[in-house]
């Protein structure tokens, strides 16, 4: 599936004395089976794009659409194919894990013992076997992480959208479970839209790095990553990796000092 | 070897000092009566209540007034859950019940339910009815307004995330709104509970009839000036309330784990 972006702007308070700008005339193509990474400093409206495209936040203007490369000029529903992996994880303090995953199938009516089953595969795919009836409470964070994933890989969506989903893990925790989305990438060739602030983690991950401007955030440039899959956390060494970080650092230390001047701005203003 | 058993023997002191103090308390209490000649009707004697709180139990009469006041404590709190859960429920789901039930709310919630009394008796006469119409009304406020602010404090983000993972709006009330709710509305229910307690035992002790309940009991006794009566009942009705919500908490944390405390999500 296509994701394509056209022209879309969000403006909160559009009504109010002080409407802001998240998102002004942002247009891409992401492409079917292609790990989008979009890059940009905090505020610039990158989480924003991802609910958009998933259907759960209405644009202001310009247009999403999913389109099956196969058959163009017959777009599908928002957010009917995708599923969404949050930034603070929204799992379900009151049901266990296996309850937490299979809470989709059992929104569709899958009858227990079919939805318990598919759970269960997916829970040791993720390596929690063990854990099913444990509530989220008492997992550590990358346990928690994990039972996300999982709940999200279950829809069998082919656009999966993620928004900063491992940037409240420690440093270890969080270089496993980018193995473990990369390891998942190259099995399913999902279409991924990858919200991040980290240069290195969508260097990483990505077949793509999509620079974002500060607010109002639009596309300032994409950056091809070229480094052949599978990958692994080795790469981060080699002279390749060492140029596409220097140039997307360049690209993007521009936009978080504009991004922190619109904060102290803000500040100086309240 | 000493270390561990000084340890031992700080944390038994630990656990003994309240009890002590109660000890000391009741010895206090019981010497100043018998050698300052205090006259009984005014402070009897911890031993003279703990004899007639025996013969209390052993005639049944406390068992018979006891069992009263539980009967109509637990028949008004479920009146008043039900009634504030469902009412909480339909104004969380429902702008246009929210609006029209929070005029009556604020109206009607800050007003002293005592005041109410009069009303009661008159329309439901003296018996069954007033009390635990009484207990009910009372507690029907806090359960109403908890469960009604659990709703609306539900975290946007499980809502989002059910409807991206497919739930319509029916399953997003019951599978998402009403749980994300329970630790508050659990918290309502505890308060209306208090306050059941106290309104049953106010109802037994003004303007209602019938003759049984320990608020009977204790204005009953305090006419007469038995006080030592009027103080085993005092006793009977503070362990009462305590086993009612300590048994209550223990409830709500064998139901709700998640909710407790310190489990954080």
């Keep these: 599936m296509d994701v394509v972006a056209e022209n879309v702007s969000q403006v909160w308070g559009a009504d109010g004395p002080h409407p802001v700008v998240a998102l002004e005339s942002f247009s891409h193509r992401f492409r079917s089976g292609r790990f989008s990474c979009l890059l940009g400093p905090s505020g610039c409206g990158k989480s924003t794009l991802a609910q958009i495209v998933g259907g759960l936040e209405a644009a202001t203007g310009g247009s999403i659409r999913i389109e099956d490369p196969a058959r163009p000029g017959s777009p599908r529903p928002l957010g009917a194919d995708s599923v969404m992996m949050w930034q603070g994880l929204n799992l379900f303090p009151w049901r266990s894990v296996i309850d937490n995953v299979a809470f989709g199938l059992e929104m569709r009516g899958v009858p227990r013992a079919e939805r318990y089953a598919k759970a269960r595969a997916l829970i040791a795919s993720?390596?929690?076997?063990?854990?099913?009836?444990?509530?989220?409470a008492q997992l550590s964070g990358g346990m928690r992480q994990r039972v996300a994933l999982a709940r999200a890989l279950i829809m069998e969506r082919p656009i999966l959208l993620m928004d900063e989903p491992f940037a409240a893990l420690d440093a270890q925790t969080k270089i496993v479970m980018q193995e473990e989305l990369?390891?998942?990438?190259?099995?399913?060739?999902?279409?991924?839209?990858?919200?991040?602030?980290?240069?290195?983690?969508?260097?990483?991950?990505?077949?793509?790095?999509?620079?974002?401007?500060?607010?109002?955030?639009?596309?300032?440039?994409?950056?091809?990553i070229d480094l052949p899959r599978p990958r692994s956390l080795d790469i981060?060494?080699?002279?390749?990796?060492?140029?596409?970080?220097d140039r997307t650092f360049h690209l993007i230390r521009e936009e978080v000092t504009k991004a922190m001047a619109q904060q102290a701005e803000m500040v100086g203003g309240a | 070897m000493t270390k561990p058993r000084r340890a031992t023997a700080a944390r038994i002191g630990e656990a003994a000092l309240p009890a002590l103090t109660v000890v000391v308390v009741l010895a206090v209490w019981e010497l100043l009566v018998r050698f300052h000649g205090i006259a009984p009707i005014y402070l009897p004697a911890p031993s003279s209540i703990a004899v007639y709180l025996w013969r209390m139990i052993a005639d049944g009469s406390l068992a018979f007034?006891?069992?009263?006041?539980?009967?109509?404590?637990?028949?008004?709190?479920?009146v008043a859950s039900l009634a504030g859960i469902v009412m909480g429920l339909a104004m969380g789901m429902s702008r246009r019940v929210a609006r029209v039930a929070d005029i009556w709310i604020a109206a009607l919630y800050p007003l002293p339910k005592i005041s109410l009394i009069p009303l009661l008796i008159i329309w439901l006469g003296t018996g069954e009815a007033y009390k635990i119409m009484l207990s009910a009304i009372t507690a029907f406020f806090p359960v109403v307004i908890s469960t009604y602010s659990g709703i609306r404090q539900v975290d946007r983000g499980l809502v989002k995330a059910a409807e991206d993972l497919g739930a319509n709006w029916r399953q997003i009330q019951l599978k998402v709104i009403i749980p994300a709710a329970i630790p508050s509305i659990f918290a309502g229910l505890q308060l209306g509970m208090g306050v059941t307690i106290i309104m049953v035992v106010a109802a037994e002790m003004i303007g209602g009839s019938g003759r049984s309940g320990m608020g009977y009991l204790l204005i009953s006794s305090g006419q007469v000036m038995e006080?030592?009566?009027?103080?085993?009942?005092?006793?009977?009705?503070?362990?009462?309330?305590?086993?009612?919500m300590k048994s209550q908490q223990w409830l709500d944390r064998r139901l709700a784990p998640w909710a407790v405390q310190g489990d954080g999500r």
């Design chain 1, 126 to 136: 993720v390596g929690l076997a063990g854990f099913e009836h444990h509530r989220p």
């Design chain 1, 182 to 224: 990369l390891r998942i990438f190259d099995a399913t060739r999902k279409t991924i839209l990858f919200v991040t602030h980290a240069i290195d983690e969508a260097i990483l991950l990505g077949d793509e790095v999509i620079v974002m401007t500060a607010r109002p955030g639009r596309v300032k440039e994409v950056i091809p």
């Design chain 1, 236 to 245: 981060v060494n080699t002279k390749e990796f060492g140029a596409l970080f």
């Design chain 2, 65 to 78: 007034h006891l069992g009263a006041t539980l009967i109509r404590i637990f028949v008004g709190f479920a």
């Design chain 2, 227 to 244: 006080t030592e009566k009027v103080f085993a009942s005092l006793i009977v009705m503070a362990v009462m309330g305590a086993l009612i």
